[in-house]
């Protein structure tokens, strides 16, 4: 039997995917877990491989276009099959019959391993539940699948999902993202045009990071509301030991001749310093859902990394107990995957908050967009020599402005401002970053 | 009871002079011609633009009816109002409407007489007290009782003529119009055109008299026969009803025998009559011919005359037509405006 | 209540409500006037029109021949020149036979003709069943006129809106056709004196509830009502809207309270299938309150079969207090 190559959902609020390359040809000879074809995804490039050994054919997965998730790219023959025994309809219509068969046997069997999407959509697809359930699970983030239902036949009804978020149970594994509503453009497009003169402009079409970027910022400042908070640290003392420390790296070898085990930038004590403020006001530390808070034990700090046509927040992992050369190091691994778009899905998918750094262009002071599920991000301006006055005298001190945005559900202003008061304090007193 | 209208001996002076010309002046006739020239290219225009395909839809000609439509108008006034019937380019015309809104309306434009909701079957011009051609045989009937009604009641003195062809006759709503309006002695004329056909059925075969006109005893009305294909005897069989309806003695109902010389509507085939037939209407008794020569002989008009009405007519279709391809077409976004009367 | 200009009340029957009407409406306005079949000194099959020939005269209170579809049509004719006619019809099972005119002709001359007429007339139907008068005079064809844009569809339930409509629909500019329950001719209730106008195409919330919201049409909303009391006494609370008009229909009452209430039933006697329920349930399931229905959308309308002769089977016909009752609780309580 001919088995099917899919474009595979591999990344979470993935609806489409491209094909930006494929690296076998048509009757080429694959073994199962050979690299068959690279997506761009919204927000990184996904290697492919092979699902079964054989002779891959019927390509019709074609390169550079939105390509729905689930759909059939190619297939893959046993050495010797007839071409004929699989032509791409018959299990393309089985793909397509599987919603409603999931729906006649309640629990699930995903016929597609490779597909995941259609696993969840067919298991609340299956559920008896009135609409108002249905729309009351979803506003707070609970699976159908795993509430009883007291109506007839079993239908889930409105009084068993509350008694479900009563119990705080059957949380979905999708839940908190896809609930936002979709927001209406004030413009049309054509209103948009109309404003300027034909001729006047070219069109770039948007690609799928600019898309996801558009949807993903206006989700977040349409649901999420934001509360801003600033302040300024002085940073000479910070620069000092940056300075002493970066002098005091040890040398290692590299393919590129010695050089220095470490080269801390000011971002990754800022980083540092961040997770460590954290990790002293664990009550800021959390993510917001409907039905309860999600209080983080760590602190997942993501960085916003700009790269060419957009930007993307890998994630360092526990930073609050990472060594600064450690972050240093990996900051410079996953910066650079991320201009390459080499990036994997769980490298920046989740996090408890956010650090966005524009210090290096010269900007005094701005608030950032929240990150959901983050309920904090801090924006860091750039670090410039000011008069300050002390004990009534003026002196020069280099100062760094930063605000840190708040989701206010779930960081209020005094616990946000506690927060940066402790970032301030990591901040001006740097050595506290090296115990 | 009918009766046939009296055919005036034609002579060129004297008291026994044809009707029309000891009741109208020389002007009033000779825009008589005018009107049926502009109803024949009128509808000739119309099927050209149809076939080009600038028209949709279908259409009914009257083509060969010019005369019944004329003779009737002739007498009466815009306050006197009309219903029409699909086959009602004719009485539109006769009534006084401009054409090259009817133009517009059969293209389906916002400067037609209905914004282009309604075409060549719902051709009205209310202004010139037409209530509008309709879609449903016999469907005009009743409505002109009633607007026949609201005359009597607000004592306006106006008629209402009501037009129908030889097939309503047989619908209910012509026994029950004609009852109402002699029960109440309603100031309505309710003129037959009948042209031999309904469709493709002839009179002979779905009508069990003879005549449409002696369906009137049964309502104790005059009904009465002329030849629709002379102005003359049509107008003169108009101007009794008139006199009768305008001093409340009620309704009157005129049959005009008449000939279409087209098909039904455009999808016609003309398997049901022979082109013998058509051809004798059309060249022995076309009545713009027949009007032209008698209105030649009574000296009303020359042959010079006669060409330069035809030639303005001609403009005026031209124009008309031109009108109506420059205008706008309707907004969809307007599609349901005029369902319902719009609240201020 | 939504009267303009309510002075002091006094109890009427629904029919006595609308012969009022329709007195005020001939005094204020000489445009006005009545036809159909015996409604002079016969005074209408159901006394609706009683005396008024002695005070208005023959002129104004015109009998006409047994001609359904020719009087319609006298009617709109009228009302396209300029009068302001109310017809008659005697049972509206007969305005099977006048369909030409007011489908064809009332409905779309106003837009056959883009707007350069209007057709103001009102015709008005005793229609439904409980009269012992079986098959050919007993039927609720509302959905019918309902179907058609261009006609105004209204049934007032109490006598206070027989009488606030009608006049509301003589001052209306387009054709409004009326649905009078003749069980409802003998119902009385407190009706204003003078003139006064009840909107259409506005429903009445008639009981506010939280539970499930019925929406009834004409004699429907009164066994609506019975129902809710005796829900409410088993803790079942019942909203009971008063839909008033179906064509134009008031969606956002009917949906307002859907999101309140979770629960949907429709009550109407005429026939269930293709019928104002399916409207109301369509409507709702395409609007914002589908996602607040905790239960499946219930129609109570008229059993599928011609309207019979004997009583008991009659009754059985159409909804009734007890099936009301039935269907709203198991409605409620989750067992359907």
Known sequence: MAVEVILPKVDMDMATGRISSWHVEEGATVKKGDLLFEIETDK???????????????????????????????????????????????????????????????????????????????????????????????????????????????????ADVEAAAKDGGAKSAEAAPSAAPAAQPAMSDDQVMKLFEEGSYELIPHDSMRKTIARRLVEAKSTVPHFYLTLDCEIDALLALRKQLNEAAPKVKTEDGEKPAYKLSVNDMVIKA??????????????????????HKHADVGVAVSIPGGLITPIIRRADEKTLSAISNEMKDLAARARSRKLKAEEYQGGNTAVSNLGMFGIKDFAAVINPPHATILAVGAGEQRPVVKDGEVKVATVMSVTLSTDHRAVDGALGAELLAAFKKVIENPMAMLV | MSATAKKGAAKKDGANQPFIYRHYDQEKLRDALRKMYLIRQFEEGAEESYMRGLIHGTMH????????????????????????????????????????????????????????????????????????????????????????????????????????GDGANNEGAFHEALNMAAI????????????????????????????????????????????????????????????????????????????????????????????????????????????????????????????????????????????????????????????????? | MDAQ????????????AIQEAMAIAMERDERVFLMG????????????????????????????PISELGGAGVAVGAAVTGMRPIFEFQFSDFATLAMEQIVNQAAKM???????????????????????????????LEAWLGHVPGLKVIQPATPHDAKGMLLAAIEDPDPVMIYEHKLLYKMKGEVPEGYYTVPIGKAEVRREGADLTIVATSIMVHKSLDAAKQLAEEGIDVEVIDLRTIRPMDRQTIIESVCKTSRLMCVYEGVKTLGVGAEISAMIAESEAFDYLDAPVVRLGGAETPIPYNPELEKATVPQVDGIVKAARDLVTGAR
């Open chain 3, 37 to 64: 079949e015996d409604i002079g000194v016969y005074g209408g099959a159901f006394q609706v029109t009683g005396d008024l020939v002695e005070r208005f005269g023959t002129d104004r209170v015109m009998d006409t």
């Open chain 1, 44 to 158: 990184a490039a996904m290697e492919i491989d092979s699902p079964a050994a054989g002779i891959v054919r019927n390509i019709t997965g074609k390169e550079g276009v939105d390509i729905a998730v689930g759909e059939v790219v190619a297939w893959i023959y046993e050495e010797g099959e007839a071409v004929a025994d699989a032509p791409a309809s018959a299990p393309a219509e089985a793909v397509a019959e599987e919603p409603a068969k999931a729906e006649a046997l309640a629990p699930v069997e995903a016929a597609a391993p490779v597909a995941p999407a259609a696993e969840v959509t067919a298991s609340s697809a299956g559920v008896r539940a009135s609409p108002l359930a249905r729309r009351l699970a979803k506003e707070a983030g609970l699976d159908l699948a795993a509430i009883s239902g007291s109506g007839p036949k079993g239908r889930i009804v409105k």
């Open chain 1, 274 to 295: 961040h997770a460590k403020a954290l990790a002293m006001v664990p009550e800021a530390n959390v993510s917001w859902t409907e039905s309860a808070m999600v209080k």
């Open chain 3, 110 to 140: 106003r837009y056959m003709l883009g707007g350069a007429v209007s057709v103001p007339v009102v015709m008005r139907f005793p229609a439904g069943s409980g009269t012992g008068a079986a098959a050919q005079h007993s039927q609720s």
């Open chain 2, 61 to 164: 000609l009257s083509i060969g009816q010019e005369a019944s439509a004329v003779g009737i108008c002739l007498g009466l006034s815009d306050e006197d109002q009309i219903t029409s019937t699909h086959r009602g380019h004719g009485h539109c015309i006769a009534k006084g409407a401009d054409v090259s809104r009817m133009f517009a309306e059969f293209f389906g434009k916002t400067t037609g007489y209905c914004r282009g909701r309604g075409g060549s079957m719902h051709i009205a011009d209310v202004s010139t007290g037409n209530l509008g051609a309709n879609g449903i045989v016999g469907g005009g009937l009743p409505i002109a009782v009633g607007a026949a009604l609201t005359a009597k009641k607000m004592k306006t003195g106006n008629v209402v003529v009501c037009f129908f």
């Open chain 3, 5 to 16: 200009v309510e002075t002091a009340t006094r109890e009427l029957s629904y029919a006595q």
């Open chain 2, 184 to 344: 109440w002695k309603l100031p309505v004329i309710f003129v037959c055109e009948n042209n031999g056909y309904g469709m493709s059925t002839s009179v002979a075969r779905a009508t069990a008299v003879p005549n449409i006109a002696d369906r009137a005893s049964a309502y104790a009305m005059p009904g009465v026969i002329v030849d629709g294909n002379v102005v003359s005897d049509v107008a003169e069989a108009m101007h009794d009803a008139t006199e009768r309806a305008r001093n409340g003695e009620g309704p009157t109902l005129i049959e005009c025998k008449t000939y279409r010389y087209r098909g039904h509507s455009k999808s016609d085939r003309n398997r049901y009559r022979t082109k013998e037939e058509i051809e004798e209407w059309m060249t022995e008794r076309d009545p713009i011919e027949a009007f032209e020569s008698q209105l030649m002989e009574f000296g009303v008009i020359d042959q010079n005359g006669i060409e330069e009405i035809r030639e303005s007519v001609r403009k005026e279709i031209e124009a008309g037509i031109e009108f109506a391809k420059e205008s706008p077409m309707p907004e969809v976004a307007n599609l349901e405006k005029y369902v319902y009367t719009e609240q201020a």
